[in-house]
């Protein structure tokens, strides 16, 4: 069982950053794939950014690369995600999850297995 915290969201101007992060408490952290999605009221959840156990590999979505970071620190169960050039249409509920352990770096939502209660981003112009 792995329990998932996020914090960071905020509200902010265009333009401006946040940074996200969920903490882990729980199992095998270090050898899990994590991810961040988002999903606004009535849409799907969507993936944001996703990376390996070993921070060797990182995705993230077209909508947002080149203005978001994923990272990771195994020492403290710590998944970050740096965002810059915040744009309104940022604004919704972001959410960290896990895969299961050893599990490779996926964009699907059905392959996270723990998901975290998220935490808002308002992003205003």
């Known amino acids: 069982q792995v329990q998932l915290t996020e914090f960071g969201g905020g509200s902010v101007q265009a333009g401006n950053s946040l940074r996200l992060s969920c903490v882990a408490n729980?199992?095998?952290?270090?050898?899990?794939?994590m991810a961040w999605f988002r999903q606004a009221p009535g849409k799907e959840r969507e993936f944001v950014a996703a990376?390996?156990?070993?921070?060797?590999?990182?995705q993230s979505a077209d909508s947002v690369r080149g203005r978001v970071t994923i990272s990771r620190d195994n020492a403290k169960n710590m998944l970050r995600l740096q965002m810059d050039r915040l744009k309104p249409e940022d604004t919704t509920d972001y959410y960290c999850?896990?895969?299961?352990?050893?599990?490779?770096?996926?964009?699907?939502?059905?392959?996270?297995?723990?998901w975290g209660q998220g935490t808002q981003v308002t992003v205003s112009s």
């Open positions: 990376i390996t156990w070993n921070a060797q590999n990182a």
């Open positions: 999850a896990a895969r299961a352990p050893a599990a490779p770096i996926s964009r699907q939502k059905s392959d996270y297995v723990y």
């Open positions: 729980g199992r095998d952290f270090s050898s899990r794939t």
